[in-house]
């Protein structure tokens, strides 16, 4: 283990921290300061345990089936009835005050100090300047760009950050990151700039008075604080102050140091809880056509959909593309207008379609009506997306634990959106999926932000907290110089948000990123446009059994594999610099080939043409290598499964059963329904075969004039449009 901790302590506890020979981390003091006057960790030893461990933590929801839980930790019992924890792991090194101090304690600030040696460069989430004498300091807003300063010098001295924060050592390739784990009954930490080469953690104090809402839609938000940060019981466990060490940037995407820190799951039953992607309607305000008609051919409800004209029609339009896809959830977001019993006739009709329903609402509603959940669950809904937690001092921290208590006994899963940083609850209560916490893909209705640079920066910083809602996949690709911020309102047809970079990058987000729950961001109008990507969009898993970093470095690129039971993933994403990366298929068992299904940039991707991608599938193993490049911008990403895998497509139009199979070159299709067309598309998404009912035997195509390959064959009937892959 080349990660090492020195622990002084002598009326006061300092610790440093190395790698190897270079040390990271200067003596730094720790305490927990008191209202009384008392300090924990200005006391003196009674004795010390240590112990090594090296356990498997059994993961159910994230991107590695198992971590192996493996440390050395030291324990300090002092004699004033306190203990201080420190664990140094490959990956990190964490500590944590444990007190058994009785009755409840007021813990008036804390000593949380990082002197950092060698003048680091910063990746800051900055909040801006605030006077730290008011009620509200502008700790509301955990969406932040990072701000790069190449020393800590350069910072004022009074802009805070959001966690995680990464420190970049000069001239070497080691990392620190600080953030926290177990956060319960405690306010978010922040950090804040200590001296020039010195940083600190910063608390919001405990709320005094709180304005009152006029309706049961509140923020609440604190009028007077007090001047602590913390009341709580005196006999407890306090928050992990993590610190994130990695000596290659790669070893950064697959760190989950925070979830091996977190609180243990508390609940006793978790089989209900299903991960999944979901249809969505917010991220491109449900606008379906750009002449905002109705298509009945298309199951698109008059007024082509719109956030002015959501109804239970559109929504069941939504449910059907989901059923259609192998997408688990629908989402209704903000603005949903289910009048009376038709939530519940929704949820029943979704449930026909084995798809579930996931609303979004305010958190106060979970907090203070009695009644709101017992009525969500009452109409069978499956989730709530909660958003504006506004806060993050030691209330709203429970307020957060609350929220997903009181769902988790409803069988319900949780989206916290307008929520602080993941500080590994998720671990605790895996009912909550995602958290928001990042400048999504939203923000293209306002500002440049969710742009290639800042997602070359997100994995390696905000992932290291937990998963994250970015809502990739908008099939509006742009360049850097045609994007333009466009907020449509309520709904003004073709008005649909551009995003920057290639398509190609950004299907490979729903790799690279930890996202458990997987929102589409687009229509599900343009997405059919292209069965290629919907092919790779039925597949597509949310959680894994293994991640494998391949390559990556910090703001550059990443190329990243995750495993799920016999198929791998692979996935590159690159910044605005295009270039080439090698891919080792080592990762591969050995003796096994495979087939790897490839959505990539085009050469033209560059060139004002970032829609255009390439589709292909070649043949890989253990000992392949192979170059991708990347547009500026681009990406790559596969499906790797085994070789022959070659098994008929079963599914449902309606209530029948269709199956798809080759006979004699023919498709033989056999369903009840009636049919009204039959459409064939290559791998690249050209139609190669349009077949329409009244001219043509739509139960027996002849489809011997196409060469042998991968297609995908549409069945469009009354009830609905399902898509088959074929291979021959």
């Avoid at 100090?113 to 300047?129: A, D, L, M, R, T």
């Avoid at 306090?238 to 990695?246: A, Y």
């Avoid at 999926?433 to 910083?461: C, H, K, Q």
Wanted: hydrophobic content about 35%; charged content about 20%; some cysteine.
């Amino acid at each position: 283990m080349q990660l090492k901790v020195k622990l002084q302590v002598n009326q006061g506890t300092q610790y440093e921290v190395w790698h190897g020979e270079k040390q990271l981390i200067a003596p730094s003091p720790i305490a927990l300061n008191l209202q009384t006057g008392f300090v924990v960790g200005a006391g003196t030893v009674k004795d010390i345990d240590r112990n090594s461990v090296n356990d498997i933590i059994e993961v159910p929801i994230g991107k590695n089936k198992t971590l192996t839980d493996s440390y050395n930790e030291l324990i300090i019992h002092y004699n004033e009835n306190y203990d201080l924890i420190f664990r140094v792991y490959n990956e990190g090194a964490a500590y944590r005050f444990q007190t058994n101090l009785g009755d409840e304690i007021i813990v008036k600030t804390e000593d949380a100090i990082f002197n950092f040696v060698g003048n680091p460069s910063v990746y800051y989430p900055e909040v801006p300047e605030f006077d730290a004498n008011s009620a509200n300091p502008t700790l509301n807003h955990w969406e932040k760009s990072y701000k790069i300063y190449t020393t800590i010098g350069e910072m004022k001295d009074k802009n805070l950050a959001v966690t995680p924060v990464l420190f970049v050592f000069p001239e070497t390739n080691y990392k620190v990151a600080l953030l926290e784990s177990g956060l319960l009954d405690y306010p978010a930490m922040y950090i804040q700039k200590d001296a020039s080469s010195s940083m600190r953690g910063y608390w919001g104090c405990y709320p005094e008075t709180v304005k009152e809402p006029d309706n049961i839609y509140s923020n609440h938000d604190p009028i007077t604080r007090y001047d602590y940060i913390a009341r709580t019981s005196g006999t407890r466990a306090f928050p992990w102050r993590v610190m994130v060490v990695s000596s290659e940037d790669e070893q950064l995407l697959n760190n989950e140091l925070v979830y091996k820190l977190a609180e243990p799951c508390r609940l006793s039953d978790i089989s209900w809880i299903v991960p999944g992607k979901t249809a969505w309607e917010w991220g491109h305000k449900a606008i379906l056509t750009a002449d905002g008609k109705a298509d009945p051919s298309r199951g698109i409800p008059a007024n082509g959909g719109g956030a002015k004209n959501l109804s239970l029609d559109l929504y069941k339009y939504y449910v059907d593309f989901a059923a259609r896809n192998n997408i688990e959830y629908m989402t209704l977001d903000a603005g949903w207008n289910a009048k009376s019993g038709e939530l519940w006739t929704l949820c029943r009709y979704a449930k026909t379609k084995k798809v579930k329903i996931i609303v979004w609402c305010w958190a106060s509603l979970v907090l203070e009506d009695p009644n709101y959940l017992n009525n969500m669950k009452n109409s069978e809904v499956s989730g709530l997306k909660v958003d504006f937690v506004n806060r993050s001092d030691q209330p709203a921290t429970n307020w957060l634990e609350t929220i997903a208590k009181r769902c988790a006994e409803k069988k319900m899963v949780i989206m916290f959106h307008g929520c602080p940083v993941p500080t590994g609850l998720s671990r605790t209560y895996p009912n909550i999926l995602n958290y928001e916490a990042v400048r999504g893909e939203e923000n293209n209705y306002w500002d440049n932000t969710s742009n290639p640079d800042y997602e070359l920066e997100v994995p390696f910083i905000r992932m290291l907290a937990g998963p994250f809602d970015y809502t990739p996949g908008s099939m509006h690709n742009v360049t850097k110089g045609q994007f333009r911020p466009i907020d449509s309102g309520e709904t003004v047809p073709g008005t649909i948000p551009n995003k920057m970079g290639t398509r190609a990058h950004e299907l490979a987000m729903y790799v690279t990123f930890d996202q458990p729950l997987g929102y589409l961001v687009d229509s599900p109008t343009e997405y059919e446009k292209y069965p290629d990507i919907m092919e790779y969009f039925k597949k597509v898993p949310t959680v894994w059994d293994k991640t494998i970093p391949l390559s990556a470095e910090l703001g550059k690129y990443t190329v990243i594999a995750k495993q799920t039971k016999d198929n791998f993933y692979v996935a590159g994403l690159n910044n605005w610099s295009r270039r080439e990366v090698d891919v080792d298929f080592s990762f591969l068992p050995e003796g096994k080939e495979y087939e790897a299904y490839i959505l990539r940039d085009s050469i033209s991707s560059s060139n004002s043409y970032p829609k255009r991608y390439t589709c292909e599938t070649i043949q890989v193993n253990k000992q392949t290598l192979k170059t991708f490049w990347m547009a500026d911008g681009g990406g790559f990403t596969m499906r790797i499964y085994p070789k022959n895998d070659t098994s008929i497509n079963s599914s449902k139009i309606g209530s029948s059963l269709v199956s798809v199979d080759l006979l004699d070159r023919k498709l033989k299709i056999t369903t009840d329904e009636n049919l009204l067309s039959v459409v064939v598309y290559n791998i690249s998404g050209q139609v190669v075969l349009n077949k329409q009912s009244g001219n043509e035997n739509l139960n027996l195509i002849d489809i011997s004039n196409l060469s042998k390959g991968v297609y995908i064959v549409n069945l469009i009937a009354f009830s609905g449009v399902e898509s088959f892959k074929i291979i021959f």
